[in-house]
């Protein structure tokens, strides 16, 4: 019920911000938007089901390019880059998950770690694709032929598709699917001993992982026209990691919380230059310190 | 756009949108370089402003991130709305700005980006390469090789980001000019052994080494070199390396430096005659920051000559300017800043500031000038 | 004879759940007392309150006359009692060997310690055969001999057993049993036992408590509550 | 390539390779103690590297105290650095139920945290050194060059890994410390201080990374992101198995000898993402890494 | 009567130690039948090798007519086969109803999409009568590891239930638990045998509980079968006390 009214005063808000705020504000927001997907995204693979993959940025970023080709070199419009990039991604993904079956834990998370590293250099040094170290340029996103030049005219675009996702992924937390994902969490065997198929689980929860963060990066390329890899790095991965555990980790709330508050404290904190990697540093340890389990915490685990 | 009023400008001010990193892992490349800009234009306040009118800045951090570069330009048009823009420090992110820029029209004169990627191909109202041009970097280095160190097959190291690939562009365009033959080593910024690219160039017997890289691999490589017994010339590029007793110290022995040749950028070498006046305002300006150690940057003065730009542009535009006539100013402009090893000028086709850079033999403890420019020959040919 | 453990009014809890609410007992020098009670009674979390694991919220702990509540659990062990926790908590990734030598971290006589595990290895025979198995791949039952053994190793004055019976064989019950009667008349040991089994417990130890949510409902003798109607019938079985 | 070229080439890149690896081992040395016995992956393991490096520069250039005495401090003063981090912030962490995960992010905080006070110095930006332990120079072996202050930082670090390795596995410290990292729990209950042990095992780890950075500095020079080598640290540890401390140093060694191999026979440009591919490679066949040990099924 | 699972000639290796050795035996359909023998003997392990967690290195197992030793841990579940365990596998940061509906996972509705619906209310009703019959109605919303160690075993077993076995492996469901509880123990399993037709096979040192309903017992030790028989055949057998009873608990009977 909270949840219901939370969604449709952020929905009224949001609607309404078109009105009066300036593009900047609308182009923050709809930073904060992307970072609400892949924070989503990650939800999936670790908080649903405790698989700690660290290439998010990699499968976003391939969720970029992809998108951003599609639209360069067909003409596509944005509906159809945003699924090609979410799918490209979340074939990946499903790639990945099946190498990294047989491990577990901190293996596991290394071996994202090492993937999304790899893809990162893939991504500066395939210059005939990517365009390598000169950036990617992507053309505006089209829908009927109309083009969309600015953060405002793609405002409601990237509003509604991150509502999609999001209900998306809380049917998906109330699902069987959901359940049985959270089992995969918390005992292997158990899971297994209920008739859960735990290899199965594993390659879902980081198939839709990926493909939900290939959206996000299909939902970038909207409102963004260049894209560097510099943008798709480790530092990236940590930055979502950061939101859905400041957040609360294994709760939809904490995701989506966690990567407003991120994204506009990161906004913020432009402001303070020369104390902010002080500041945010301080932020993340006083956060474990006194709320490990999340910001929301006390709002009541969904 | 309405003839009325022109975003950022009243009757006694014009609002100016600067950016840069301030913080965080780039901030060595733009912080004082902001700060000296800053410092400029105070300086015109001082004497009186602009046809009446004070310069007012508003200064965004845009951390050398693309998001947050376009982040800084949007406010600042959009929220601050600033007359005109001038800020990027690093290549690869001020990119992601072009086209947000382009279509809103405000002019925008970079800071020292060589931003090679928003300058080719030419844009309306984007000016750049105010240091230099990485084409310009890299065309130049190949000249004085084979044109000073008579070298027919050069060892060229370079970073594997926008900076070298820009640089190396042009780098093989003058090599093929020049019948020289050019050997690459593409390197990350943050190796950690450089092994492999200078024992790869000592097996290859090249003729000259070129480093076009940032001062830590730089410095690596030539005591990599050192340690491997490489006796050929090595030609430092534009790296950031001012400090030269520091490089010394870094690399660890003068040995080291038998024929080393160091790009300049700047019109002398820093601590000279020449640039103190830039180097005593900056202390007059900022007394905190000049007690700080390593402060003003390295980079500093760099700051210096695009804020030329924008007042001799602003001057040249008249008492009511318009973004319009600012832009027609600057492309006219073709002035000696005094701090630059070359003039500064713009041309309807060509974006990129200053081209020309000299050459020092440094031996470890003194640096003596190599006479002559050497000019890089790669223009944009369009795509 | 001297109280060695004394708990006077001791409340504890797990955030807002109080586990434990005041509860009084002692236990003599040179006895065995019984705990026992219901599925989440509050029994485990009683030894844990003595053994510095879980915080008194209010209350008293004295051991050999001195308050030790609100000591680091290292001191509590230091100062001579040692606990068989429940849930058999052996260093999975150590050998049988290692899981003994650690029982000794606190003791310095390297003499001394290698001759205990001797001494164990004798009142544990199966022990001995696994000496270099890791842990963790023990049986339930193994496991929960090592413990013991493990606890013994701080040649403690004070020993706690957490269901020390639990998953082992009938036995085994029987020998672990003797094997605490005798470390009990031979090394004048002082017991507290908790234990599901009330008719061993009860015949075993010599005063008993019975513990219900959290709160003494009843104590007395061994034998006089082993013949108590009400009692039988809750914790003895038909 | 000729024989003799490629034939160079292998000599040098192994003995250029052994000395870097040698650096990766260190901290990869640090930062699986940490995680044996406390659980977590220490994201500021390049920060207290560099924090030493900074540390030992202050002292040696600025303040021009003796070597040694510079060297002691350094490391003293990580260790309760180190230390008192865990003490006031990990034990915080740990008693308001954090898991490993908040404690991973807290160490993050932290290297955001120490990056930004060494920048507000000033002395972030300039690559910088201090007088290196040992004289100039270097000698051949075959036909590969090695300088004196190669073989120093080879030697020593094998020294202090040798040292380490003692320690953990057969001392009663190191006991202790393994004990903890199995189970906090029965830990406690042998008598274990477990604050105590957590403390000293952070503040072995930074002394670790203080003796790299008094030996690596004058090698790789000083800014401050230096710590971004940690990530080859994390290669090393992986490789080797990560919980594995011999498995640390070999997987040192492979990744510092690997990237010299790409760099020569391959391309300069793939050396910085060659250890990515040796991890992905060694998990996919072994899951464990190289040390890690046989895939086990948990007993239940 | 036909089989409901049997081993035949099954042997299990940790490293140097046969944990298991060329072990068959037989569950009658219906039945209650007892695996006991003293600690380490390898009854777990039996266990495990039915549930697919270990792979034996020789030897067959078969549950209701059909050959199961090269079937995955996850395919058990759907053939009717449930379990607990001995030392506790619970989802622990889950409720204790979202547990028992784990339980039902094998029959609810496969298919990706369909597994996306949100909770069938079906399985939510089947959960809530499981809870009632085990007691625990009262902990629905609680965290399983919040719960004390005795209801943490009955959670296990009301989790095992709400799949519909056809067969239950039990391992020391009465560990923990105090008399009055393991006669309710007693009572729930004996229904659930009688009435609902579910067949047992019930590891236990509980003397009390296994001899009471038992109507079949093997014994091993060591890993090889040194006895099978009704409980009064093997509460006699000398083997039998003398490796695991015990002259006295014997005699007590
Ligand atoms: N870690 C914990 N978090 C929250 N509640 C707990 C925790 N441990 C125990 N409790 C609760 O405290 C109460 C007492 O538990 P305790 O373990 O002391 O019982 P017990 O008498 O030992 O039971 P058992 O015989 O089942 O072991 C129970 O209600 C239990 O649910
Ligand atoms: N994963 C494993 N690795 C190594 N050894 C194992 C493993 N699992 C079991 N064992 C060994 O196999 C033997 C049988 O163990 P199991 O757990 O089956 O015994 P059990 O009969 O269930 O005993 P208990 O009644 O004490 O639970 C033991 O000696 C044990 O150490
Ligand atoms: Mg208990
Ligand atoms: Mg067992």
């Not at chain 4, 202790?176 to 604050?195: D, E, K, S």
């Not at chain 5, 020789?58 to 579940?77: E, F, S, W, Y």
Request: hydrophobic share 50%; net charge neutral.
């Amino acid at each position: 019920m909270l949840v219901a009214l939370g969604l449709i005063a952020l929905i009224a808000g949001a609607i309404g911000l078109t009105s009066f705020a300036t593009g900047y504000v609308i182009y923050i927001v709809n930073l904060v938007m992307v970072a609400i997907v892949l924070a989503l995204g990650l939800h999936i693979v670790i908080g649903e089901c405790g698989q700690f993959s660290l290439a998010h940025a990699a499968f976003y970023g391939i969720g970029i390019y992809t998108a951003g080709l599609v639209t360069n070199l067909l003409g596509a419009p944005f509906w159809l880059s945003l699924l090609a990039g979410g799918l490209v991604a979340g074939l990946i993904g499903f790639f990945i998950g099946f190498l990294s079956l047989r491990m577990r834990d901190i293996y596991l998370a290394l071996s994202t770690f090492a993937f999304g590293e790899a893809m990162q250099w893939l991504f500066l040094n395939w210059t005939p694709v990517t365009g390598g170290p000169n950036g990617l340029n992507i053309k505006p996103a089209t829908l009927f032929g109309f083009q969309f030049l600015t953060d405002r005219a793609a405002f409601p675009l990237v509003l509604s598709v991150t509502l999609v996702i999001l209900a998306l992924v809380a049917v998906l937390h109330v699902s069987t699917l959901g359940r049985s994902l959270r089992a995969v969490r918390e005992s292997e065997i158990a899971a297994a001993s209920v008739g859960i198929n735990v290899t199965r689980m594993k390659l879902t929860a980081f198939t839709l992982s990926a493909f939900v963060a290939g959206l996000a990066g299909g939902l970038y390329t909207t409102f963004s026209t260049f894209i560097h890899p510099d943008s798709l790095g480790f530092q990236t991965t940590i930055i979502i990691l950061t939101t859905v555990v400041v957040g609360g980790m294994g709760s939809l709330i904490g995701a989506v919380g966690g990567a407003m508050v991120f994204g506009l404290l990161s906004e913020l904190l432009r402001q303070v230059p020369s104390y902010q990697e002080m500041i945010y540093g301080g932020i993340l340890i006083l956060f474990m310190m006194y709320a490990p389990r999340g910001m929301f915490s006390f709002v009541g685990r969904r | 756009q309405a003839p009325a009023a022109e975003p950022g400008l009243t009757a006694t001010t014009i609002k100016i949108g600067m950016f840069g990193p301030l913080s965080g892992p780039s901030m060595a490349y733009g912080f004082d370089v902001v700060n000296a800009a800053r410092m400029y234009f105070d300086k015109i306040n001082r004497e009186g402003g602009i046809h009446g009118r004070r310069i007012e800045v508003v200064v965004e951090d845009d951390r050398c991130t693309a998001n947050d570069v376009v982040a800084a330009v949007k406010k600042l048009v959009e929220q601050d709305q600033v007359f005109m823009l001038n800020g990027g420090s690093c290549s690869a992110p001020v990119v992601a700005a072009r086209d947000y820029v382009v279509r809103s029209g405000v002019p925008w004169v970079m800071l020292n980006a060589s931003g090679d990627g928003a300058l080719y191909p030419p844009q309306p109202n984007i000016f750049g390469a105010l240091s230099i041009s990485q084409r310009a970097v890299g065309g130049s280095t190949i000249e004085f090789a084979t044109r000073q160190l008579s070298a027919k097959r050069i060892g060229y190291i370079n970073h594997d980001d926008a900076y070298g690939a820009w640089n190396l562009e042009a780098a093989r365009f003058q090599a093929a000019q020049n019948g020289a033959e050019l050997i690459v080593e593409s390197i990350n910024p943050a190796i950690a052994d450089v092994t492999a690219p200078v024992l790869k160039l000592r097996a290859a017997n090249v003729d000259a080494i070129i480093i076009a890289t940032y001062a830590r691999p730089a410095q690596l490589i030539l005591k990599k070199a050192q340690e491997l017994n490489v006796n050929k010339p090595i030609v430092i590029a534009v790296n950031a390396i001012a400090n030269l007793r520091q490089l010394v110290e870094n690399v660890g022995s003068r040995e080291a430096f038998r024929n080393v040749y160091i790009q300049e950028l700047l019109a002398a070498a820093p601590g000279s005659e020449k640039l103190a006046w830039v180097y005593d305002l900056y202390k007059q300006s900022y007394p905190e920051l000049a007690a700080k150690p390593d402060h003003p940057q390295v980079y500093m003065p760099y700051g210096i000559p695009p804020a030329m730009v924008i007042v001799r542009a602003l001057q040249a535009a008249g008492p009511q300017p318009t973004r319009a006539k600012v832009i027609a100013a600057i492309e006219q402009l073709n002035f000696d800043s005094g701090v630059m090893a070359g003039p500064i000028s713009f041309s309807p086709t060509d974006r990129a500031g200053q081209k020309a850079s000299i050459y020092f033999r440094f031996d470890g403890q003194a640096m003596t000038p190599v006479p002559g420019v050497f000019a890089s020959r790669w223009t944009y040919q369009g795509q | 004879m001297a109280d060695l453990l004394e708990l006077k009014h001791v409340s504890a809890g797990y955030g807002r759940i109080e586990a434990l609410s005041g509860i009084s007992l002692t236990v003599p020098e040179g006895g065995i007392v019984a705990l026992l009670g219901a599925n989440g009674a509050g029994k485990s979390t009683t030894l844990n309150v003595i053994s510095g694991l879980v915080p008194a919220t209010s209350g008293e702990v004295r051991f050999k006359g001195r308050a030790i509540s609100g000591e680091r659990s290292d001191r509590i062990v230091a100062s001579g009692i040692s606990q068989v926790p429940e849930g058999r908590e052996v260093f999975r990734d150590m050998s049988v060997q290692e899981n003994l030598a650690i029982g000794a971290q606190l003791r310095n006589d390297r003499a001394g310690i290698s001759a205990d595990i001797e001494v164990m290895t004798g009142y544990f025979p199966i022990l001995a055969t696994r000496f270099k198995q890791m842990a963790g791949t023990l049986s339930g039952g193994e496991q929960q001999m090592l413990l013991i053994a493990r606890a013994l190793m701080a040649r403690p004055s004070l020993l706690l057993l957490d269901e020390p019976s639990l998953g082992l064989a009938p036995l085994l019950v029987k020998q672990i049993f003797d094997i605490v009667v005798t470390l009990h008349r031979e090394q004048k040991l002082t017991l507290l036992i908790v234990e599901q089994n009330a008719a061993v417990a009860l015949a075993v130890s010599q005063y008993a408590y019975i513990l219900e949510n959290g709160e003494i409902v009843a104590e007395g003798p061994s034998a006089d509550l082993a013949n108590d109607d009400a009692i039988r019938r809750a914790y003895l079985g038909a | 390539m000729s024989f003799d070229v490629a034939l160079l080439f292998i000599q040098q890149g192994v003995a250029s390779g052994l000395v870097t690896g040698s650096v990766y081992a260190l901290l990869a040395v640090a930062i699986v103690i940490i995680y044996r016995t406390t659980d977590v992956a220490n994201f500021a393991g390049g920060e207290f590297y560099m924090a030493a490096a900074y540390l030992a520069f202050f002292m040696i250039a600025m303040m021009a105290l003796p070597f040694w005495l510079a060297v002691i401090a350094t490391i003293v003063v990580m260790c309760i650095g180190a230390g008192l981090f865990q003490r006031i912030v990990l034990a915080q962490v740990a008693l308001a139920r954090g898991v490993a995960i908040n404690l991973v992010i807290a160490t993050l905080g932290l290297s955001y945290l120490v990056k930004g006070i060494v920048r507000s110095t000033g002395f972030g930006d300039t690559p910088r050194t201090f007088p290196s332990v040992v004289p100039d120079g270097s000698f051949t072996i075959g036909d590969a060059s090695v300088s004196y202050l190669d073989v120093t930082i080879l030697g020593a670090a094998v020294l202090v890994m040798a040292l380490f390795f003692w320690v953990f596995n057969f001392t009663k410290t190191g006991r202790a410390m393994r004990a903890v990292g199995m189970n906090r729990r029965a830990a406690q209950l042998v008598g274990i201080n477990l604050g105590r042990v957590e403390m000293m095992v952070w503040c072995f780890a930074s002394a670790i990374s203080g003796i790299a950075a008094i030996l690596i500095a004058p090698k790789l020079l000083m800014t401050a992101e230096m710590g971004s080598v940690v990530t080859m640290a994390f290669a090393a540890a992986i490789v080797g198995g990560f919980t594995s401390l011999p498995g640390a140093v070999i997987g040192g060694f492979i990744i510092g000898i690997t990237e010299n191999m790409v760099g020569l026979f391959v391309s300069s440009r793939a050396i910085n993402v060659a250890p990515f591919v040796i991890i992905m490679l060694v998990l996919i066949f072994k899951p464990q890494g190289l040390f890690g040990g046989a895939l086990k099924v948990r007993k239940v | 009567m036909a089989a409901m699972l049997s081993l035949s000639n099954v042997l299990m290796r940790f490293g140097g130690i046969v944990a298991i050795n060329d072990f068959s035996m037989e569950v009658e359909a219906g039945s209650i039948h007892a695996l006991i023998g003293p600690n380490g003997a390898g009854k777990s392990t039996v266990f495990n090798c039915i549930s697919r967690i270990y792979q034996p290195a020789t030897g067959k197992i078969v549950v209701r007519g059909q050959d199961v030793t090269a079937l995955p841990p996850h395919a058990m579940a759907g053939l009717g086969v449930a379990r607990t365990f001995q030392n506790l596998e619970l989802f622990n940061e889950l409720s204790v109803i979202e547990n028992v509906m784990l339980g039902a996972y094998a029959h609810e509705e496969t298919g990706f999409w369909q597994r996306l619906k949100p909770r069938s209310p079906a399985t939510r009703a089947k959960a809530e009568a499981i809870l009632e019959q085990t007691g625990l109605q009262d902990f629905r919303d609680v965290k399983a590891n919040s719960l004390d160690f005795g209801r943490q075993k009955l959670l296990e077993l009301a989790r095992a239930l709400a799949g519909s076995p056809k067969l239950m492996l039990l391992d020391e469901p009465a560990a923990g638990l105090r008399s009055r509880e393991i006669e309710r123990l007693d009572q729930i399993l004996t229904d659930l045998n009688q009435r609902h037709g579910i067949t047992i096979l019930l590891v236990e040192h509980v003397m009390q509980l296994v001899m009471s309903i038992s109507n079949r017992i093997t014994v091993l030790n060591f890993g090889e079968k040194i006895a099978e028989g009704t409980p009064g055949e093997v509460k006699t057998h000398p083997r039998v006390i003398e490796a695991y009873l015990g002259a006295e608990a014997a005699s007590h009977g």
